[in-house]
């Protein structure tokens, strides 16, 4: 913008609307005042006025549509990276919690077999826990989280996984074991089958849909050892 006096006149270069340059001309003629100095400035603040008040309205315009795609398509990006790193990491937390498990319900059935000599090992994973107040007998040991004793297929199991614990009678004696797991969904709240005998030696195998925990010892042998 650039002001200059020429032949006792002001003449006013300026890049604004036709409205603004209305404004100020109506602004001249109703202060009647000569083309001297104080008219100079008195447009010259008024200018600067109008000028200021249209980059604070382009400064305040918010996010252009272009600005928010990018936003959308880096928040994107970031979630496919992160969505199935989280999804891993729970199915190992899940797995190594099934694991666990499984190593609380082989010593439930040990403490089992120690309280009912005359019976043997649990042929069920029910008989080894028991709502509270729990009253201890061969039906309900009290020896198991309840939580986990009814965590049997069909129920929604606990910590992604669904339990099994199977007795092996001989001659009305209960002389050995199985306790196994498999995921409640597979390929989202784990990817492997886990089992274990009376040997106490926690076995793994990969899952794979509608899989039920094993029941007998070949079975459960024929998986791999953990280290």
Same mark, same amino acid.
């Given at each position: 913008?650039?002001?200059?006096?020429?032949?006792?006149?002001?003449?006013? #270069?300026?890049?604004?609307?036709?409205?603004?340059?209305?404004?100020?001309?109506?602004? #001249?003629?109703?202060?009647?005042?000569?083309?001297?100095?104080?008219?100079?400035?008195?447009?010259?603040?008024?200018?600067?006025?109008?000028?200021?008040?249209?980059?604070?309205?382009?400064?305040?315009?918010?996010?252009?549509? %272009?600005?928010?795609? %990018?936003?959308?398509?880096?928040?994107?990006?970031?979630?496919?990276?992160?969505?199935?790193?989280?999804?891993?990491?729970?199915?190992?937390?899940?797995?190594?919690?099934?694991?666990?498990?499984? #190593?609380? %319900?082989?010593?439930?059935?040990?403490?089992?077999?120690?309280?009912?000599?005359?019976?043997?090992?649990?042929?069920?994973?029910?008989?080894?826990?028991?709502?509270?107040?729990?009253?201890?007998?061969?039906?309900?040991?009290?020896?198991?989280?309840?939580?986990?004793? !009814?965590?049997?297929?069909? !129920?929604?199991?606990?910590?992604?996984?669904?339990?099994?614990?199977?007795?092996?009678?001989?001659?009305?004696?209960?002389?050995?074991?199985?306790?196994?797991? !498999?995921?409640?969904?597979?390929?989202?709240?784990?990817?492997?089958?886990?089992?274990?005998?009376?040997?106490?030696?926690? #076995?793994?195998?990969?899952?794979?849909?509608?899989?039920?925990?094993?029941?007998?010892?070949?079975?459960?042998?024929?998986?791999?050892?953990?280290?």
């Amino acid at each position: 913008m650039t002001d200059y006096v020429r032949d006792g006149r002001l003449a006013v #270069r300026f890049s604004l609307s036709s409205a603004c340059f209305l404004k100020l001309t109506r602004a #001249r003629e109703d202060l009647r005042l000569p083309y001297n100095g104080q008219q100079s400035a008195y447009l010259r603040n008024e200018i600067e006025v109008e000028a200021k008040g249209k980059v604070d309205m382009r400064e305040n315009k918010g996010f252009s549509l %272009i600005e928010l795609l %990018i936003v959308v398509a880096i928040i994107l990006i970031i979630a496919a990276i992160a969505i199935p790193n989280l999804l891993r990491a729970r199915i190992a937390a899940n797995e190594a919690s099934a694991a666990q498990s499984l #190593r609380q %319900i082989n010593t439930a059935e040990f403490a089992y077999n120690a309280a009912f000599p005359n019976l043997g090992y649990s042929t069920d994973l029910a008989s080894l826990g028991g709502a509270p107040p729990c009253s201890p007998s061969s039906a309900t040991a009290c020896l198991l989280d309840n939580v986990l004793a !009814s965590a049997i297929p069909g !129920s929604g199991g606990r910590g992604g996984y669904v339990f099994a614990a199977t007795g092996i009678t001989a001659g009305g004696l209960t002389t050995s074991f199985i306790t196994g797991t !498999s995921p409640v969904n597979f390929g989202v709240s784990g990817t492997r089958d886990f089992c274990s005998t009376e040997d106490g030696v926690i #076995r793994f195998d990969a899952g794979q849909s509608g899989a039920t925990p094993v029941t007998t010892v070949s079975d459960c042998q024929a998986f791999t050892m953990m280290q």
